[in-house]
């Protein structure tokens, strides 16, 4: 307390602090060390349970810029947080480096890619979602041949029970593409003017005869070994299941079909590592995951081979749309060291698709 000379006949004037102005700065500061300390608790369960827990593919499904976005936001808050501060930036710092590589940022945007040679063979993958089942047939094939590619990864392959329907548009495909050859199992087309030595189903292909729907569900990364410029080269179409349904949490069919689709996820990633561990050919796998980047199922890529997404040009590819909007990133492609990845574009799907298109120019290199 301190007091200042009053003028004669009255009682000097004590200022005090404010205790209630104090104690609010107080609150603020324990208010933003908790929510510090409960992002970063967050980050370290993450890290721990993505991938191996079937009960976190709910929390696993947070946008991916939130490892750089909240770390950022409590950082700037550990600034006006009082004497707080200095813990609460230390949190925020801990939880970047912990989780800032989930964010899915794109570190190579700066590097110029090489120069595409001649030779160089031009990739395009799509999620055409439902095929062209509520497109103008005439738009959805023009689309495609517009590309001019040499590979053609597609997925969803009409999705429905109408097999007189399904035979139209396969016949139509291969009227589209002259001179291409077509490999289609379930739900999977690849197409491709490359000759095919051979063709590999994974996690499993069904007896012969079995159903589309059977195929559908079997079928998630379809092998195409291809002749390409004097070498055999291994492609892998592939459409990993979706996390999880959308049914309401109050019923026991959400958490029944949560844990049967993260079996399904499993067996489908572990499926698809075990083949490339076991290829001595150039690979390359592209396609709709359904992972985030944020999601440690992408590990099993990740550690084996390196992202074309690297010569996309910019520091956040998003490729997955809704209400009108590019959140993150679905789809992928990734390469062997045998490529060299010139070019990696992600192109409007004009309304056709949730996906965009990955367009894709790459050249074989060196030795596997």
Request: glycine share 8%; no cysteine.
């Amino acid at each position: 307390m301190s007091a200042v000379q009053a003028p004669v006949g009255t009682a000097p004037v004590a200022i005090r602090q404010d205790p209630a102005g104090r104690r609010g700065g107080v609150g603020a500061g324990r208010a933003v060390t908790g929510l510090a300390g409960a992002w970063l608790a967050f980050v370290v369960a993450h890290r721990l349970l993505s991938g191996r827990w079937w009960l976190w593919l709910a929390p696993e499904l947070i946008p991916p810029l939130a490892f750089v976005a909240v770390p950022g936001l409590l950082f700037v808050l550990a600034v006006v947080a009082g004497r707080f501060h200095a813990r609460v930036a230390l949190l925020a710092v801990a939880g970047l480096l912990l989780g800032g590589d989930l964010a899915g940022l794109n570190l190579a945007v700066l590097r110029t890619p090489p120069s595409a040679p001649p030779d160089a063979v031009r990739l395009v993958s799509w999620n055409t979602t439902v095929w062209n089942a509520t497109d103008d047939a005439d738009v959805f094939y023009g689309s495609l041949t517009a590309r001019h590619a040499d590979i053609y990864l597609l997925q969803e392959y009409k999705p429905d029970n109408d097999p007189a329907r399904r035979d139209a548009d396969l016949a139509r495909l291969r009227r589209e593409f002259p001179g291409y050859q077509v490999v289609l199992r379930g739900e999977l087309v690849t197409v491709t003017r490359f000759p095919v030595v051979a063709v590999v189903a994974l996690p499993a292909d069904p007896p012969a005869g079995s159903d589309w729907r059977t195929d559908y569900w079997e079928v998630k990364s379809l092998r195409t070994d291809l002749r390409v410029r004097g070498r055999i080269v291994s492609v892998y179409n592939t459409h990993v299941l979706v996390p999880l349904d959308l049914s309401s949490p109050l019923r026991e069919l959400f958490y029944r079909r949560r844990h049967e689709f993260f079996q399904r996820r499993e067996t489908q990633y572990r499926a698809l590592a075990a083949d490339l561990d076991r290829n001595p050919n150039p690979v390359l796998v592209a396609g709709d995951l359904n992972t985030s980047p944020a999601m440690a199922d992408l590990r099993r890529l990740t550690d084996r081979l390196t992202d074309a997404g690297r010569a996309s040009g910019s520091a956040y590819p998003t490729s997955w749309t809704i209400g009108g909007r590019r959140w993150w990133r679905l789809d992928w492609t990734f390469v062997s060291s045998d490529w060299t990845v010139h070019r990696y574009r992600l192109r409007d799907a004009r309304g056709m698709s949730d996906h965009q298109v990955q367009d894709v120019v790459l050249s074989l290199s060196g030795a596997r």
